[in-house]
């Protein structure tokens, strides 16, 4: 203990003797220590930690499942689910839903929940006022209560005697009983939960629209409950053999990271990348000490010679090395802290799931100090190693310079070798990324997004659900809506495009062979649409006639379908030759009628739906043949969208003055949101591979200036002889651009398995994309030229005379 506290001391003096050194590493390794901090932190949140509920291993997800999909559930499989199984204590559904919130000046539209009574107390969530809902809630006539967040409180007035006062919801009465607790549900979407209520015509097995949550009983395993599910679902399935045949349950932990696979891969590619951004640090480190090491020989050789053995001088610079990472680990806390805030301030909304806590906590403090512990030990070793090793008579003579200096060097040079392979993989996921995201811009969407606004009409349920009602509902609201000044076409339709055509639905081509198997038929977008939907939104007839007002219901059913469609399902056929047989939609309620068929009269050029990356199926039906109670609305405007929507809300309102305009957005912003996790993943890839090109470009400055001071006699002798400056400035470059040309050349290697690694989150790239690989090369080479150019000129700037006069 006392040989440490002396190291500790010694080595607070030295440190101290050497501020712009010491500052240096300490920034380096903060800003290596805090990127993995801040990505650790989020993967951690939703990877890693364990849900914020009691008992989280009990809580499970129950989807039904057909093929190998999983799939949400319908209210007749849930009531059976609930009644047969003999493995959960509680089993909840649940919805979503938007609710119109009575304000002083107009309706608010709010994200919202139904849920099943005792949803909250299954998930033993917290109330900050109140109570869950009771069982006699989920009555109908009994369900008007309503839980709030705690944000929504806060906004509402945040009074405390809220609980047992009503307020309107969707134009009706609700009482409040409970508030939630702040945190975790102001995280998420929805801010108002209602019961669940099932009307008659709901419990049936056709219709899937809701999602399950269970907790198991104590000691019921997951492979249990599966089993017990099982047999419930075959039960279900020998009594309702035609809606049932071929579906499943699949029974799976509730955990935070219900992400699609490439956000989550893309998650852990980027903790390797800030690993890198480590690595790299320490790498710029050890070349730092083992310069600070050259420099302190004679006095390590004195402290040898009076008698201190090597792993004395090992043990004295592996404590410099290790306190030095551990100032640098507690500044990265900071920083890291600092990223973090950064990150969420500039991550688009839902890419994480509500469940993950971005905090610092002690897992996250516990990696830090492995994080900084294994840096201190990565820089400092072999440094401290080396320099143990110094031949004291060697280093004491006046050209004590030689020793084991060349090797030394070699080992600097080998660093600043791994430093530009580093480099150069982390810059090549970078790369791929940009290309990624510059296809993406490409992609041909199938509309036209300039001049048109977008918005939902969130309808209460609790509207009457006449089909004719409906009908003239929106014909009145399209029609006040294209009297706007400025307005130039309005449509309707239950989806927006990019975000889907609105229901999947299974179908049958009418003339070709039936399926056995209910279950084995193909699935298709499947969507309502107002007459002018296509000329809204731009979108291309290719072939046959879009909708007109003569398609009403008394008239013969028809269909477009998207090329898509055709390419996949109807090849080497004419559409228009072609009827498909799909299950009724009833306006307004969750159950499928008897099968319909739709008669193929036009084609339509493929919009891009649920993302940019896949072409999907779909197929749309005229709107006044089938209307939906709810839809998006498009609005195509002569001048910006943007500033219109005050007038076309003014407009809405003077048709349903209770209805709210749900989350207005031009198709610009529209497109900009499908394309913003690409982009945030983009500005991540970048950021880091910035920090890695200055951190190599810096250790190839370290080492060759640390290569022209040592040579210094070596150059002076060069110059006296008659060699001119440019003959100088060319050979210190040639050896920087050597080094960095070796590490360029095994960092596309690491390279080769980036681009493997980040396949599925790209798009339009290639495992090997020559094009990103040349052009890293290429900026990762201007880089060295650069940093050797100045010690360079330095070398080249020498006085002959006065450096062999000092020598």
């Known amino acids: 203990m006392s040989s440490l506290l002396r190291n500790l001391r010694y080595t607070v003096r030295m440190l101290w003797k050497n501020p712009g050194l010491t500052l240096t590493i300490l920034l380096t390794l903060a800003l290596g220590i805090g990127a993995n901090t801040a990505i650790f932190t989020v993967d951690y949140a939703t990877l890693l930690a364990p849900l914020p509920y009691p008992e989280p291993d009990q809580l499970v997800v129950v989807w039904s499942k057909i093929k190998t999909f999983h799939n949400g559930i319908s209210a007749g499989d849930y009531t059976d689910w609930q009644r047969q199984n003999s493995s959960f204590q509680t089993l909840s559904a649940f919805t979503g839903g938007a609710f119109n919130i009575a304000s002083k000046e107009q309706p608010e539209n709010i994200d919202g929940m139904q849920v099943t009574p005792g949803y909250y107390n299954m998930l033993g969530r917290p109330f900050f006022l109140g109570r869950d809902f009771l069982p006699e809630e989920g009555v109908d006539g009994k369900s008007h209560v309503v839980i709030l967040t705690h944000k929504l409180w806060s906004h509402l007035g945040a009074d405390p005697k809220l609980v047992g006062q009503t307020m309107r919801i969707n134009g009706e009465p609700y009482t409040v009983v409970g508030v939630l607790q702040p945190g975790l549900a102001d995280r998420g979407d929805a801010q108002v939960t209602v019961p669940l209520v099932f009307k008659p015509e709901q419990l049936n097995h056709d219709f899937h629209w809701l999602l399950s949550m269970g907790r198991l009983k104590p000691g019921v395993t997951i492979k249990q409950a599966q089993a017990d599910m099982d047999a419930v679902a075959a039960q279900i399935a020998q009594v309702n053999p035609k809606s049932n045949k071929g579906w499943g349950v699949y029974v799976e932990p509730m955990k935070n990271d219900f992400l699609p696979s490439e956000r989550k891969q893309t998650l852990w590619l980027l903790l390797g990348a800030v690993a890198f951004i480590l690595l790299i640090a320490c790498v710029n480190v050890a070349n730092l000490l083992l310069a600070r090491g050259m420099a302190r020989q004679k006095e390590l050789a004195v402290r040898s010679a009076?008698?201190?053995?090597?792993?004395?001088?090992?043990?004295?610079?592996?404590?410099?090395?290790?306190?030095?990472?551990?100032?640098?680990?507690?500044?990265?806390?900071g920083v890291g802290y600092a990223m973090l805030r950064a990150l969420i301030a500039i991550m688009p909304k839902g890419t994480l799931p509500t469940e993950a806590d971005l905090q610092l906590n002690i897992p996250i403090l516990l990696f830090t100090l492995a994080a900084t512990t294994l840096a201190g030990l990565l820089f400092g070793s072999a440094p401290a190693w080396y320099a143990s090793r110094i031949d004291p008579g060697e280093a004491l003579k006046e050209g004590g310079r030689t020793g084991v200096g060349a090797g030394r060097?070699?080992?600097?040079?080998?660093?600043?070798?791994?430093?530009?392979?580093?480099?150069?993989?982390?810059?090549?996921?970078?790369?791929?990324?940009?290309?990624?995201?510059?296809?993406?811009?490409?992609?041909?969407?199938?509309?036209?997004?300039?001049?048109?606004l977008t918005f939902y009409l969130p309808v209460p349920d609790s509207r009457p659900k006449d089909p004719e009602k409906i009908i003239a509902y929106y014909k009145r609201m399209i029609a006040q809506i294209q009297s706007v000044p400025g307005v130039t076409s309005a449509s309707a339709s239950t989806g927006t495009p990019?975000?889907?055509?609105?229901?999947?639905?299974?179908?049958?081509?009418?003339?070709?062979?039936?399926?056995?198997?209910?279950?084995?038929?193909?699935?298709t977008g499947f969507g309502m649409a107002t007459p002018g939907f296509f000329d809204t939104f731009g979108i291309r007839i290719v072939h046959g006639r879009a909708f007109s007002d003569q398609d009403t219901a008394s008239s013969v059913k028809v269909a477009v379908v998207n090329e898509e469609f055709v390419k996949k399902y109807l090849a080497g056929t004419d559409p228009l030759q072609q009827r498909i047989s799909v299950e009724q939609l009833i306006p307004g309620v969750t159950k499928l009628g008897p099968p319909q068929e739709w008669?193929?009269?036009?084609?339509y050029h493929t919009i891009k739906s649920g993302g940019l990356r896949d072409d999907r199926p779909e197929m749309e039906i005229p709107f006044w043949q089938i209307p939906w109670p709810s839809v998006g609305i498009g609005v195509r405007t002569g001048n910006d969208p943007a500033t219109m929507v005050k007038s076309i809300a003014a407009a809405v309102h003077s048709v349903d003055p209770e209805i709210a305009l749900a989350e207005p957005r031009t198709m610009d912003e529209v497109r900009d949101l499908v394309l913003s996790n690409d982009r945030f993943t983009l500005v991540l890839f970048v950021s880091f591979a910035v920090v890695a090109l200055l951190l190599a470009a810096l250790g190839v400055y370290g080492v060759m200036s640390f290569s022209v001071a040592q040579r210094s006699h070596e150059i002076a002798l060069r110059m006296a002889l008659g060699s001119d400056r440019g003959r100088v400035v060319a050979l210190i470059v040639r050896e920087g651009m050597a080094l960095a040309g070796i590490g360029l050349s095994l960092g596309l290697i690491g390279a080769y398995?980036?681009?493997?690694?980040?396949?599925?989150?790209?798009?339009?790239?290639?495992?090997?994309?020559?094009?990103?690989?040349?052009l890293v090369a290429l900026l990762l080479g201007i880089a060295a030229v650069v940093a050797c150019i100045i010690p360079a000129h330095r070398a080249a700037s020498v006085q002959p005379m006065q450096a062999l006069r000092a020598e």
């Open 753 to 774: 398995f980036v681009g493997r690694g980040m396949q599925s989150t790209l798009y339009g790239v290639g495992k090997l994309d020559y094009s990103v690989f040349g």
């Open 599 to 603: 008669k193929i009269v036009g084609v």
């Open 498 to 523: 990019l975000f889907g055509a609105g229901f999947g639905m299974p179908f049958t081509v009418v003339g070709k062979p039936a399926f056995n198997d209910p279950s084995m038929r193909p699935n």
């Open 306 to 333: 009076l008698g201190a053995t090597r792993r004395t001088i090992f043990e004295q610079l592996l404590t410099e090395s290790l306190l030095l990472a551990v100032a640098g680990g507690l500044l990265g806390i």
């Open 409 to 452: 060097h070699k080992l600097r040079q080998g660093l600043v070798i791994g430093e530009f392979a580093l480099a150069l993989a982390l810059l090549t996921g970078a790369g791929l990324a940009i290309h990624s995201f510059l296809n993406l811009l490409r992609v041909d969407l199938g509309l036209k997004t300039d001049h048109i």
